[in-house]
Nanobody
Framework: QVQLVESGGGLVHPGGSLRLSCAVS????????MAWYRQAPGKQRELAAA???????HYADSVKGRFTISRDSAKNMVYLQMNNLKPEDTAVYYC?????????WGQGTQVTVSS
């Protein structure tokens, strides 16, 4: 059984930073892409950033230059460093793992950007 557990969310002022972490456990088919999605109130879930098993990265236009995704494959961890946070970044952030056979989701962690 594959489990994804996120941590690192919280309340931050505009311009501040947060680092999200996601620990992946269980039997998982490699290679796989790891990603962070987010869902703001009343909006659809959207991709924020993704990283492949070859460390190729992809970012939503809204977070480019401010967010950095990274992974530690040996530890089965994925991180999202978020800098210069804006109120519109407020959302529940979900860790996601995609293999050729399945997709897995974490339970989500709340990020609130407010003064």
């Amino acid at each position: 059984q594959v489990q994804l557990v996120e941590s690192g969310g919280g309340l931050v002022h505009p311009g501040g930073s947060l680092r999200l972490s996601c620990a992946v456990s269980g039997n998982i088919f490699v290679p796989y892409t790891m990603a962070w999605y987010r869902q703001a109130p009343g909006k659809q879930r959207e991709l924020a950033a993704a990283i492949t098993s070859d460390d190729d990265t992809h970012y939503a236009d809204s977070v480019k230059g401010r967010f950095t995704i990274s992974r530690d494959s040996a530890k089965n961890m994925v991180y999202l460093q978020m800098n210069n946070l804006k109120p519109e970044d407020t959302a529940v952030y979900y860790c996601n793992v995609r293999t050729s056979a399945a997709r897995y989701w974490g339970q989500g962690t709340q990020v609130t950007v407010s003064s």
